[in-house]
């Protein structure tokens, strides 16, 4: 056989820049390189064992993201998202279909949504060396100096919190709200000590924690999923792209 004829098994990629462009990274990495979406891809995107497991999009990204020193469990969950647009519109087209409710009729309409046109959020802060942002809390004054959490250390808090509440039985309630921000937070007042910061959390009033929950979600880099519709009726109203499975099953 002339292997001059045939086809080459190159894998097809491009390179992509993180909304977070690197600035929370140790390696400031700010552009991935991430092959395209093959036939091969769409074995994990129709396992209903990856969909019931959650891990769907973990083992995709782990699969399509070709750098070795920026792996999707090391990444803020806002440039995993945008690498899932990605991977989406090169796939299968920029249209994605939502289904929405009019507010004025209550009656359900379909709407597509050009993924190419949905931008990188504006108001990234600027983190220090260690990657750290600062807030002063509302209530009580105090300095805090905060981070945003990678996918893994996120994963690792939720699957936690299950098992706790799984040890527990039914009286258990989850601690997610309070654990992930005791992550979060790594510096009150320049104490840094986890137990400390442990406890100040678990102690803080709730305009200071919810003030600064809210904080982090404006800020934590990513794209802006807050869409603009006009509804059937007229009526104008904001509504937000989800990423489920659905994501990538509305062509499959």
């Known amino acids: 056989?002339?292997?001059?004829?045939?086809?080459?098994?190159?894998?097809?990629?491009?390179?992509?820049?993180?909304?977070?462009?690197?600035?929370?990274?140790?390696?400031?990495?700010?552009?991935?390189?991430?092959?395209?979406?093959?036939?091969?891809?769409?074995?994990?995107?129709?396992?209903?064992?990856?969909?019931?497991?959650?891990?769907?999009?973990?083992?995709?990204?782990?699969?399509?993201?070709?750098?070795?020193?920026l792996r999707p469990s090391d990444m803020l969950d806002g440039d995993r998202v945008a690498l899932l647009f990605w991977l989406r519109a090169t796939g299968y087209g920029a249209i994605f279909p939502l289904k929405l409710t009019d507010p004025a009729t209550r009656q359900t309409f379909d709407y597509d949504v050009d993924l190419t046109t949905i931008q990188y959020k504006e108001n990234m802060?600027?983190?220090?060396?260690?990657?750290?942002?600062?807030?002063?809390?509302?209530?009580?004054?105090?300095?805090?100096?905060?981070?945003?959490?990678?996918?893994?250390?996120?994963?690792?808090?939720?699957?936690?919190?299950?098992?706790?509440?799984?040890?527990?039985g039914k009286r258990a309630f989850s601690s997610l709200l309070?654990?992930?921000l005791a992550a979060q937070i790594r510096e009150v007042d320049e104490i840094r000590d986890k137990g400390q910061i442990a406890q100040f959390v678990n102690n803080m009033s709730v305009g200071d924690s919810s003030s600064l929950r809210k904080y982090i979600t404006e800020h934590e880099p990513g794209l802006d999923l807050d869409i603009e519709v006009t509804a059937p009726s007229g009526t104008r109203f904001h509504a937000k792209i989800s990423i489920t499975a659905e994501f990538f099953w509305a062509n499959l």
Do not use: W
């Open 1 to 69: 056989m002339n292997t001059d004829q045939m086809p080459s098994m190159e894998v097809a990629h491009d390179v992509v820049q993180l909304p977070s462009k690197g600035f929370y990274y140790p390696n400031k990495k700010e552009r991935v390189k991430i092959s395209y979406l093959n036939a091969a891809d769409e074995n994990i995107l129709t396992s209903m064992n990856l969909l019931e497991s959650g891990e769907m999009f973990d083992v995709l990204l782990d699969r399509k993201i070709l750098d070795k020193d």
């Open 178 to 180: 309070t654990n992930k």
């Open 125 to 168: 802060l600027e983190p220090n060396e260690a990657g750290e942002c600062e807030y002063t809390l509302p209530v009580c004054k105090k300095l805090v100096k905060f981070k945003f959490l990678s996918s893994g250390e996120l994963t690792k808090i939720i699957k936690e919190d299950a098992d706790r509440q799984a040890k527990l």
